[in-house]
């Protein structure tokens, strides 16, 4: 039979397990307000960036026509032109070209990823798949995820390899469900990175090889960092909802549980995972081709 002292310690005890609890809901609370509220502004600040960003679009554009009738015009008087002014109209031209070529190309880059990270914000009542170039949608997003962590630790730095396969055309996908799963495993891999680059210094230089591959029914991707790596008993739990290996408050456990429901789910893929302690981990995606 238990004695008062045995019985008030136990009290004791359950009151300060369930206060601490309570401080961790509380503080939940707290990072989702926060969260929301940096949702709003970040969606605000997105619809302001979207107006000047159509205005670079269209004049770029525009310009680009104009070059095309500056071409003309010089083409009519080149003979009547000396031979260095003619060079030096050539180079200008030359160069006006594949500058408006280059700010449109990251104009619309731009536009692609507000637009997503908008569809994103938004709750959608349906699944939508339509056609999307999987090596440019890996690209920028797997870029996007590295400038978030940076915009977190200015000092982080990574070297991104690539090898795309170039047959590969467009195939059907949930574009901003997939988009969240490349911000997702890209994330995590810089976030191992960042974590032994702290450790090992200037003795490590992070990396992350990003590869796709065509093959009979299905497209490869894979995302492989040079981080850490993880035991089997903490990838046998990596997809549970919740599970996490980072810090309190620093991560919520949900981003790789729902990575693996949109690709097995949504996409009816598969995502697997490869990884050596102290030497990588890889994250290997199969997309299946025909999905309607």
Request: net charge negative; with cysteine.
């Amino acid at each position: 039979m238990d004695t008062p002292d045995k019985i008030m310690q136990t009290t004791d005890e359950q009151l300060l397990a369930l206060s601490a609890e309570l401080e961790e809901i509380k503080e939940k609370f707290i990072q989702s307000d926060k969260l929301a509220f940096i949702g709003k502004l970040t969606t605000g600040i997105m619809h302001e960036i979207k107006n000047p960003l159509n205005f670079i679009n269209n004049f770029t554009k525009l310009s680009q026509e104009l070059v095309g009738e500056l071409n003309e015009i010089v083409d009519g008087i080149s003979d009547k032109l000396d031979p260095d002014t003619l060079a030096d109209l050539e180079d200008i031209r030359s160069m006006l070209a594949a500058n408006l070529s280059k700010v449109l190309e990251n104009g619309e880059r731009a536009q692609r990823i507000i637009f997503s990270m908008l569809a994103q914000m938004h709750n959608k009542q349906e699944v939508v798949f339509e056609p999307a170039d999987i090596n440019k949608l890996i690209d920028e997003f797997a870029k996007l995820a590295y400038q978030g962590m940076r915009g977190n630790y200015k000092e982080f730095n990574l070297t991104f390899k690539t090898n795309y396969d170039s047959s590969i055309t467009p195939i059907n996908i949930e574009f901003q469900e997939m988009s969240r799963v490349i911000i997702n495993l890209v994330d995590n891999a810089c976030y191992a990175l960042n974590e032994k680059k702290k450790r090992l210094k200037d003795s490590f230089s992070p990396e992350i090889l990003l590869t796709t591959k065509k093959l009979d029914n299905f497209i490869e991707i894979r995302i492989r960092d040079n981080g850490s790596g993880m035991p089997q008993d903490v990838i046998d739990k990596l997809f549970q909802p919740f599970f996490t290996t980072k810090p309190k408050g620093q991560g919520t456990g949900l981003g790789l549980s729902l990575s693996h429901d949109i690709i097995t789910n949504i996409h009816k893929g598969k995502l697997e995972i490869l990884s050596e302690e102290g030497e990588y981990t890889e994250f290997k995606i199969l997309l299946p081709t025909n999905l309607a």
